[in-house]
C-alpha cells in the first residue's frame, strides 16, 4: 500500500530525512536513493508518495518514493516530471567553450597549454562534482561547495557545467547556480585579460 507524506525533517548534505505520513500516524526514514525522480532534490516540506518497508532492525524505511507536487504545489505527473528536467544546454556550451578555445588557439597561435588547462581543469572538476554525487547518494563526506567553485574559479567551469548535465548534480541549486555564474564570468574575464597581454 502507498502512502502520502510531507517531509518533516531533511538533511540534503546527507542525503536523507523523515517523513510524517498524512492523517497522522509514525514518521519513516527515508534516503535520497530512495526517490525514483533523480531530477531534482527533495527538499522540507516536499509531499511524497511511498510504500513502507522494514529494515533489519524493524524500523520503518520509506521506498520506492516519488514526489506527489510539483515545487509550485501542482500535482506531479510522469509529462510533469520530464519537463522539470533541467533543459538548459550545459553539455552544449562546455563542449563549444573548449572547441572554440582550441580552434583560436591553432589560428591565433597562442599557447597550446592555455585549452590544454582547460581541458584538464574540467576533467578534474568533473571527477570532484561525481565523487561528490556518489558521497550524497551513499551517505559519505561531501566535498565542500566552496572546492567546486575554487575549481571552476581556476578554468575547471566547462567540467562543471558538463557534469551538472551529465550527473544531474548542483544544476538546480539555486544559490549555488548564481554563484558559480559569477565565477564563470571572473574566468572569462581573466581569460580576455590574459589573451590581451600575448604578444600579436
Known amino acids: 500500500m502507498r502512502l502520502q507524506g510531507k517531509l518533516s525533517e531533511w538533511d540534503d548534505a546527507r542525503?536523507?530525512?523523515f517523513v510524517q505520513p498524512n492523517g497522522g500516524g509514525d514518521r519513516c526514514f527515508v534516503h535520497i536513493r530512495a526517490f525514483a525522480a533523480r531530477d531534482r532534490r527533495?527538499?522540507?516540506?516536499?509531499?511524497i508518495t511511498y510504500a513502507v518497508e522494514r529494515d533489519a532492525q524493524g524500523r520503518r524505511n520509506a521506498v520506492q518514493v516519488?514526489?506527489?507536487?510539483q515545487r509550485g504545489g501542482a500535482r506531479n505527473t510522469p509529462a510533469a516530471e520530464r519537463k522539470g528536467r533541467d533543459v538548459f544546454p550545459r553539455k552544449?556550451?562546455?563542449v563549444l567553450f573548449l572547441a572554440g578555445l582550441a580552434g583560436l588557439t591553432a589560428w591565433m597561435h597562442w599557447p597550446m597549454w592555455l585549452p590544454a588547462a582547460y581541458l584538464g581543469a574540467s576533467t578534474v572538476t568533473f571527477l570532484f562534482y561525481w565523487f561528490d554525487k556518489s558521497a550524497a547518494q551513499h551517505d559519505q563526506q561531501r566535498t565542500p561547495e566552496k572546492t567546486l567553485q575554487l575549481l571552476a574559479l581556476f578554468g575547471g567551469w566547462p567540467g562543471a557545467l558538463f557534469a551538472q548535465s551529465v550527473l544531474r548534480h548542483k544544476n538546480r541549486k539555486a544559490a549555488f547556480q548564481q554563484v558559480f555564474w559569477v565565477v564563470v564570468v571572473i574566468n572569462l574575464g581573466a581569460l580576455a585579460w590574459l589573451l590581451h597581454q600575448i604578444p600579436r
Open 92 to 94: 552544449t556550451i562546455a
Open 66 to 69: 516519488r514526489f506527489a507536487l
Open 42 to 47: 527533495p527538499a522540507l516540506g516536499d509531499v
Open 15 to 17: 542525503g536523507f530525512g
